[in-house]
């Protein structure tokens, strides 16, 4: 199955800071999904590519996948309170319905 | 549009009872799929169903089994009941492979 690492465990940043995760899969990326969790709540759908050298934004948040590195990575700029929470990679290499996710990584943003 | 609705919010069992969760999906999905997320272990697939015919399974005991309904709505239901049960339980709904919308979960605690 496939293995979804993510880099950092968890980071604090100062408001106004810039911030990237890394998610790196074990296999070739054929896809990947960003999701936003907050502690305890359901998943908020972020982001997904699906092609490699794919990027995609939405307000501060910038995503892209680098199939070759079997990697992707999200960057926030100049964070805000709202980005706290887990972040989220997730991947369905096989097309077969089943996500893996990665461990996820907890951003807390620092006034 | 209504979001992924989860039901029951909360739930506490006692060991060796039996639980049932629900999840409606948004209309017109007809794919819905089950999560379990505990700290232990993160987020693990437990199973996906398409127009009432369950398409993947993941690696859970048979005590963990799912259903579909011909609306698309969702229930799983865990027997005999172990502490070890205790997690956030997710649903996803989705249109095909365009993405999976979370709903906020059940929070199952087992004592």
């Known amino acids: 199955s496939q293995e979804l690492e993510q880099s950092p465990q968890s980071l604090i940043v100062q408001e106004g800071k810039n911030l990237t995760i890394n998610c790196t899969s074990s296999?070739?990326?054929?896809?990947l999904y960003w999701y936003k969790q907050k502690y305890g709540e359901g998943l908020i759908f972020l982001m997904m590519?699906?092609?490699?050298?794919e990027e995609k934004s939405h307000e501060k948040i910038t995503a892209k996948l680098d199939e070759k590195k079997q990697q992707s990575s999200l960057h926030i700029t100049a964070s805000q309170p709202s980005h706290a929470g887990i972040y989220l990679c997730g991947a369905d290499p096989s097309n077969d319905y089943k996500l893996s996710f990665g461990a996820g990584t907890t951003v807390t943003v620092r006034a | 549009k209504a979001g992924v609705t989860q039901t029951p919010r909360y739930l506490i069992k006692t060991r060796g009872q039996q639980v049932t969760l629900s999840c409606s999906p948004i209309s017109g999905h007809r794919s819905v799929s089950w999560y379990q997320q505990t700290p232990g272990q993160g987020l693990q697939f437990l199973f996906e169903?398409?127009?009432?015919?369950?398409?993947n399974k993941g690696n859970f005991p048979g005590r963990f089994s799912g259903r579909q309904f011909s609306n698309s709505r969702s229930e799983m239901n865990v027997s005999t009941l172990e502490l070890g049960d205790s997690a956030l339980y997710l649903c996803?709904?989705?249109?095909?492979?365009?993405?999976?919308?979370f709903g906020s979960g059940t929070r199952l605690t087992v004592v």
């Open positions: 996803a709904s989705s249109l095909g492979l365009a993405g999976y919308t």
């Open positions: 169903y398409f127009s009432e015919t369950q398409r």
């Open positions: 590519l699906q092609k490699g050298g």
């Open positions: 296999k070739t990326l054929y896809g």
